[in-house]
């Protein structure tokens, strides 16, 4: 019999993986059913649908392997990282989907999360008072009108499967909808920030660079909280403190 791995798990959901098989728990049915529909309209490689029983979903494993992920070495050629940002830009200009996504937020509803969660971190003492305020101004850029596009909501580098230079497969759609597509070009390269090239060359248009940076310092600030409260580490070497230090 096929171990069972657990490839991440926290109180919102959990992923499993037996064999070939994703095993995807989420007692939020809404987020599951976005999932679906994603996939389904996507026009990039996306897992098979093997079966849905709430509240789990099943999907295929993919051929290759991640790029890496946040915290840990990058893998990959230029290549491959460019053929990435191929596949974002095939997405991005895709027809839009019916719902707004993670990457959708309003601007003023961003921005009043963004202020609180900026004076929590400071209050509790979670990341000193300069850092916060430092990166509170970088993101300010990210901050403007955007044109909607297909974006996935959660792009990050360990959910893109590559082999060789050719992109397999992208998983987790459940943050999926219109959204800032250079919010999904910022998760993918959070981090990673030596391979930014790579992926707007694939991308093949012009791209600001301080509103990468924007998202970046925006994203992080956002996640620092939710990591400690949920059992993740966002103090480890090349994770979202140490992004948040490279804005200074």
């Not at 900026?118 to 101004?137: A, H, I, K, W, Y």
């Amino acid at each position: 019999m096929d171990e069972v791995e657990v490839v991440v798990a926290h109180s919102e959901r959990a992923t499993l993986r037996v064999g070939d098989v994703f095993l995807k728990v989420d007692a939020d049915q809404a987020r599951i059913d976005v999932e679906v529909e994603a996939m389904s309209l996507a026009p990039v490689p996306t897992p098979e649908v093997l079966w849905r029983k709430p509240p789990v979903l099943a999907i295929a494993a993919l051929p290759g392997t991640t790029l890496g992920r946040l915290g840990g070495p990058s893998t990959g050629s230029p290549a491959a990282w460019a053929a990435a940002g191929a596949a974002i830009r095939n997405l991005h200009e895709a027809p839009l989907p019916p719902l707004p996504g993670r990457a959708g937020r309003s601007v003023v509803a961003l921005a009043a999360e963004l202020d609180d969660e900026c004076e929590s971190l400071v209050t509790n003492g979670v990341l000193p008072t300069d850092l916060v305020t430092r990166n509170r101004q970088v993101a300010e850029a990210a901050l403007r009108p955007w044109t909607p596009a297909f974006t996935h909501g959660d792009l990050q580098i360990a959910h893109v499967f590559v082999d060789g230079d050719e992109v397999t497969g992208i998983i987790d759609w459940s943050e999926a909808g219109q959204g800032d597509a250079l919010y999904d070009l910022a998760t993918f390269t959070l981090g990673h920030e030596e391979h930014l090239d790579d992926v707007i060359a694939g991308y093949g248009t012009d791209v600001d660079l301080d509103v990468i940076h924007a998202w970046w310092s925006l994203r992080s600030l956002l996640a620092v909280r939710w990591l400690i409260e949920h059992g993740f580490d966002p103090f480890a070497p090349g994770c979202e403190v140490d992004v948040l230090r490279a804005r200074r």
